[in-house]
Each structure stands twice: as structure tokens, then as C-alpha cells.
């Protein structure tokens, strides 16, 4: 009975604990429930920081209801004088890729929260992380906007795919930018030898 209970768990539980990709899958599953927790409040938040920023320039046919927005295409350049009536009642309906930009911010706060560096770096990190998400807001505004310009609005899936598209750019640029900033390498131990002995006048 005293065998089994002076059994060493206690090293090899805080090996288990301090192994990085178990804390860092850890925490990506709590800051995931947290983030689809609030999916709601977050995606209301960034569609209507997208419209804003959309109207700005002078795109005023777009709307944001119950997770969609809508947009009023407008005849393209080329075909304005055939198709005015026509483009002018079509409307767009399409949602940013929310939950793609979720895995992003879920590195982030994982990295942030599980790595073993200074709390400097640390802020650092969210820091990043939180650039990415403004980030995404302005190139969905300005993929919107582009889009709304050239008369293409309509073009449901082009638009969601393009989204997708430049999202994972945008956020692996800046995932390498935070870890190229942030990460540093360790400078090399000098090893002063205990004995010092010349192998050239004993083995010449």
C-alpha cells in the first residue's frame, strides 16, 4: 500500500501540464466556446463597424440584419444604360466569414496566454491579435465597397469566396509579423572546459 502511494505522480503530472501543445489545444478549445458563445454580439459588432465604413465611401443601398447584409447592386459601368431598373432592385445577401476570422483570434489568445515568454510579449501578442481583427473589418469594407463600384455586387459567391480569400492572407501576414517580432532565439551557453589540456602537444 506505502508503494503505490509514494508512487512519483507529481513530476510526471507537471510534465504532462507543462507540455506546450496540450496547453495550447486547451486553451483553443476554451477561448472556441468562448468566441461561439458570443457570436452573436460579436458579428452584429463587426457588420455594423462594416456598414460604417462602407458608407463612408458612398456606398449608402447596404443594410445589416440578423447576421446578413444586404446590399442593393447597382447596374455595372458597362451596362448601366440597359439595366438600371433591373440592378436597382436586386439585393445581395451575404455574410463575412465570421468564423473563419475565429480561428485567427483563437491563436492568438491561445499563443498569448500558453507561452512561456515575458508578459511584454505577451501583450505584444494581443496586441497583433487585435489588429488582426480590425484588419478583417477593413478589407471586407473595402472588398465591399470595391465590389458595390464596379457593379458586381450581385456576384454572391465571388464576393464570399474573395473574403475568405484575402482573410487568411491578411491573417497569416500578420500571425508571421507577431511571431518574427515576439519570438526570440536564446543566446548559445558557453561551455568553459574544466580541464585544459593542449591536444596538439600530447597527440602530435
Not at 17 to 27: C, I, K, N, T
Request: with cysteine; charged share 15%.
Amino acid at each position: 500500500m506505502r508503494s503505490i502511494l509514494a508512487t512519483p505522480t507529481g513530476p510526471s503530472l507537471k510534465r504532462i501540464v507543462s507540455y506546450f501543445p496540450l496547453r495550447y489545444y486547451g486553451a483553443s478549445v476554451f477561448f472556441a466556446f468562448i468566441l461561439l458563445s458570443l457570436n452573436q454580439i460579436i458579428t452584429t459588432a463587426e457588420g455594423e463597424m462594416i456598414v460604417k465604413i462602407v458608407q463612408f465611401f458612398q456606398v449608402s443601398d447596404i443594410k445589416f440584419e440578423n447576421g446578413l447584409l444586404k446590399i442593393s447592386a447597382q447596374a455595372p459601368p458597362w451596362e448601366q444604360e440597359v439595366s438600371i431598373q433591373k440592378a436597382q432592385s436586386n439585393t445581395t445577401l451575404t455574410r463575412f466569414p465570421i468564423f473563419f476570422q475565429f480561428l485567427f483570434m483563437i491563436f492568438f489568445l491561445a499563443i498569448a496566454t500558453t507561452a512561456k515568454t515575458a508578459m511584454m510579449n505577451r501583450l505584444r501578442i494581443l496586441g497583433f491579435g487585435g489588429l488582426c481583427v480590425i484588419a478583417f473589418v477593413l478589407v471586407e469594407s473595402l472588398l465591399i465597397a470595391t465590389f458595390f463600384h464596379l457593379g458586381i455586387s450581385d456576384w454572391r459567391w465571388a464576393l464570399w469566396v474573395t473574403g475568405v480569400t484575402l482573410t487568411a492572407i491578411t491573417g497569416g501576414i500578420l500571425i508571421d509579423i507577431a511571431l518574427f517580432t515576439t519570438v526570440t532565439i536564446p543566446h548559445p551557453t558557453k561551455i568553459t572546459p574544466v580541464l585544459k589540456r593542449n591536444y596538439r602537444r600530447e597527440y602530435a
